[in-house]
């Protein structure tokens, strides 16, 4: 299956760290799978320059350089090595120097999705997400996956999206049915008909709010399931924190699909609640999807 075209394909955002290697392993295989080229992406962020320019600021800059085609040649071989004897599109390389997130912003316009590790060079080893990748979640313009280091996801497992009835959740859906096309596996919906535990009083008539929710899912899924018919969907209807079920759901999955901000959003909202939590607490890569 083919994808729109993009200049930039998967980008992906390197910087030589763990979690980078293991983003560039994930892009390789989703490569293959919708047989889309992969940019590979070092931005060099810019040195604070004072005048007149010194000897030791040169030396900074072109150890920058070196530093960044060795991050990049790194990269090309783990996509090689995670490619194997797949028959890949084109994987190109590019360095910039400028400000970081800033650059990645607005060349995520140009590509099909971009994909980044969960943690940077420079991120604290107790932040579940770094600045870059956090900053990418609120503004890119196109999907965003964010990949963990030591994640080793069965390829067999389902893939997990969350739906709410948002735009977002909408764009999430299409995307969560194309991917478990591509990969032949099942697609777990999940759809929590409440935001917050319930315990049913005796008043409240709470099968009629399941049937309800039911209703909901099937309704938000008819359109999707006729056009991927070679998709199998386990539905999931909990009461209770949607983020808290996406998160258990991702134990037993190789992907999590949700939309960047969901029903509870109000339109300024750059990222959701349960997209934030998912991102930084699911077992396996998260992509999170604008409407």
């Known amino acids: 299956m083919s994808t729109p075209a993009k200049k930039y394909g998967i980008l992906v955002a390197v910087d030589g760290s763990p979690a980078s290697d293991a983003a560039v392993a994930w892009a390789a295989r989703e490569s293959a799978l919708r047989h889309t080229p992969v940019t590979l992406l070092h931005v060099i962020a810019p040195l604070i320059v004072t005048w007149p320019i010194t000897t030791a600021q040169l030396e900074i800059a072109e150890w920058q350089n070196d530093n960044s085609r060795q991050v990049l040649e790194q990269a090309q071989k783990i ?87 948002s735009p977002a959740s909408e764009a999430a859906t299409r995307l969560a049915f194309e991917e478990a096309s591509l990969r032949g596996v099942d697609l777990v919906a999940m759809h929590a ?85 998912v991102a930084q607490l699911s077992a396996v890569p998260v992509i999170v999807v604008r409407e």
């Open 79 to 165: 996509f090689h090595a995670a490619a194997g004897d797949a028959d890949m599109p084109p994987v190109r390389t590019e360095s910039v120097p400028s400000p970081v997130i800033p650059t990645l912003y607005e060349v995520s316009s140009d590509a099909v999705m971009m994909v980044v590790g969960n943690r940077g060079t420079g991120a604290h080893r107790q932040l579940p997400i770094g600045s870059v990748g956090a900053g990418l979640l609120h503004h890119a313009h196109c999907p965003v996956v964010v990949v963990r280091a030591g994640v080793d996801a069965d390829t067999a497992a389902p893939i997990v999206v969350g739906v709410d009835g």
């Open 193 to 277: 008909w409440s935001d917050t535990a319930v315990f049913p009083a005796v008043e409240m008539d709470w099968h009629l709010y399941e049937e309800q929710a039911h209703e909901t899912l099937a309704e938000r899924l008819a359109g999707w399931q006729e056009q991927y018919p070679d998709v199998h969907v386990q539905r999931r209807l909990p009461c209770d924190r949607p983020a808290h079920w996406l998160v258990a759901e991702s134990r037993t999955a190789q992907l999590v699909i949700v939309g960047n901000r969901g029903r509870g959003g109000f339109s300024g909202m750059l990222l959701g609640s349960v997209s934030s939590t």
